[in-house]
């Protein structure tokens, strides 16, 4: 298992290392660090849809470092991002060893069955910043939006929101 830091945020609450161990996953390592080839067994990435970590898993294909490649992205990944993905494979010649990408919509931590966290850093003094830039602004708000729909989409509910008139 390939994890970048968001990933192991996601994965620590949930899931202890002795039962990722009874499902045959028997190493768990970040995107950033160091790996040695390991030819002859798969390897399952969980990691959010970033420039760096796209680069990265072009590097890893390249370098050989795995038998095959799952690519889980913890939210959607952009067309841009999978287009860059895409031509880095093909430039590289190993889209062969790319077994599957999908994105997992798990942009949140689950913290209790009916409790999570957006895991969005300083985000109440980013929203209650009167001097906020429009760019910085939207990238909060696209933030909470898509832990909102990773939510929604994961527990299959449909929310009920509910607000005063004229309020």
Known sequence: LIYDQQ????IAPLIPVSDLRSKGV???MNINRSRQTLSDVSAVYFVSPTRENIQRINQDCKAGLYNGFYLNFISSISPVLMDELASSLIRSNV???VKQVCDQFLKFIALEDDLFDCAIKSSYVTFNNPSIATHEADLAIQSVADSLFSVI???GVIPIICCQRNG
């Open 153 to 155: 989409t994961t527990s």
């Open 95 to 97: 889209t062969h060893s």
């Open 26 to 28: 028997t190493l768990f």
């Open 7 to 10: 990933g192991s945020d996601i």
